[in-house]
């Protein structure tokens, strides 16, 4: 049997979009390693996709067509946006402000509050203005400074109530400079780790300086990238060692390192990761992800709506609200995205049902967009982007979601 859940008062339901993802025609260290990689990163798939997918080019072109793209917010039923302020935009050279571009994002929220839908701000999402990493990018302990100086610049200017510092820190040092994935494609456990500190350290030093700047008129986090991990052999000791040690370097030291400057937790949640303990073959001590795969997207990641409730739960013993800043599914022909979003919703109203303080969702992500170095390729947008014509075309899993956001209310097993 079933019945209808009732989500808390004021809860908010949206989506999510990053500047570089959908903006279109950016300038930054990001943009500047597509052209260099674009040609490598065809020829690793194959030849499947061409270089220019690697390009992100005029993207959506959200930069010029936001008030378009808020109006299909509204039309879903949405009552808050997530989105990311342009770093390099903002302060295109060390010390020069472009007063054009902060006007550019003043009309952004300003469209938002139009529509009645709050804006929760992100003020980095991964990218760098080019003077900046011409320094080192975050290795240089100086970045902390200059991005809180872009940071005041910000606060002075704009009218912003939400604000998420820095998205997913762990996942930009990780990708970026110990698996060699991200640019500038380093690998090293010593770098990787300074850059994860001085991420932590701008994100606290930002916490300190918005509240002695506004009170507490304002809410202030950052969104963490959060994972279910489960042991590959229930009852091997060395795979639940391997997951505790796993779960502690990715998650639970994030959340140490943020030293309680959070006025809430941002969750974004997308995949289980299986991990077991290897011996032998010349490896040994090394925690290995075994994904089973049973339930996958387009991307290869293994869906695990039940996670959501586990990382909720242990989230609980922090005291914060939570809000999960992103979930979402590639899949291009729309045919799991509504069961991905009804059974993580599922998920999340048993841990508010046990006391878990969850007071909004976001979808990633609003619309189709660049995902960095798989290109455009995946789709996890609620809103399909024909990239020839950027025509949008709402999917009808975001009738669905709708319809959710609308009621306020999701059906859940009794």
């Not at 509050?113 to 302990?141: M, Q, Y």
């Not at 969104?223 to 796993?246: E, G, I, Q, T």
């Not at 997207?297 to 709506?305: A, K, N, Q, V």
């Amino acid at each position: 049997m079933s019945k209808i859940f009732k989500f808390p008062e004021g809860f908010l339901w949206g989506a999510a979009t990053s500047a570089h993802q959908v903006e279109g025609n950016n300038h930054n260290d990001w943009s500047e390693w597509e052209k260099e990689n674009a040609e490598r990163l065809s020829k690793e798939s194959g030849g499947k996709y061409p270089s220019e997918n690697y390009i992100s080019g005029k993207a959506c072109d959200h930069y010029n067509r936001y008030e378009e793209d808020f109006n299909i917010s509204k039309s879903l039923g949405h009552n808050a946006h997530r989105f990311s302020i342009e770093w390099s935009r903002i302060e295109p050279e060390e010390g020069k402000f472009n007063q054009d571009e902060i006007e550019h994002y003043r009309k952004v929220i300003q469209a938002l509050r139009a529509r009645n839908i709050e804006p929760f701000v992100t003020l980095w999402h991964w990218t760098n203005p080019l003077w900046i990493r011409d320094i080192g990018g975050w290795e240089n302990p100086k970045t902390i400074d200059f991005f809180l100086r872009y940071v005041g610049k910000i606060a002075q200017s704009l009218d912003i109530k939400s604000w998420i510092t820095i998205n997913e820190p762990s996942v930009y040092a990780g990708a970026s400079y110990l698996f060699g994935q991200f640019s500038p494609n380093v690998k090293s456990w010593t770098r990787s780790n300074r850059v994860l500190k001085n991420l932590f350290e701008a994100h606290c030093k930002c916490y300190d300086f918005l509240h002695e700047y506004y009170g507490n008129s304002i809410i202030v986090g950052l969104s963490h990238n959060l994972h279910y991990h489960r042991p590959r052999r229930r009852k091997n000791f060395l795979d639940w060692l391997a997951v505790f040690f796993v779960n502690y370097i990715r998650d639970t030291r994030q959340i140490k390192l943020a030293k309680g400057k959070e006025d809430f937790v941002g969750l974004n949640y997308y995949y289980l990761d299986v991990i077991q303990f290897v011996f032998g073959g010349g490896r040994f001590g090394i925690a290995d992800v075994k994904n089973p795969n049973h339930w996958k997207s387009d991307m290869g990641w293994e869906i695990f709506p039940e996670g959501i409730y586990h990382v909720l739960k242990d989230l609980k013993k922090y005291n914060k609200p939570i809000y999960i800043t992103e979930n979402g599914i590639a899949d291009t022909r729309d045919e799991n995205r509504v069961k991905f979003i009804e059974e993580h919703l599922r998920w999340t109203v048993k841990a508010i049902q046990e006391g878990v303080d969850v007071r909004g969702y976001f979808y990633w992500s609003l619309l189709d967009n660049f995902e960095w170095d798989k290109g455009f390729w995946p789709r996890f947008g609620l809103v399909e982007i024909d990239y020839k014509t950027l025509e949008r075309k709402p999917r009808l899993s975001s009738m669905v979601y709708a319809e959710i956001a609308g009621s306020n209310a999701v059906e859940i097993n009794d």
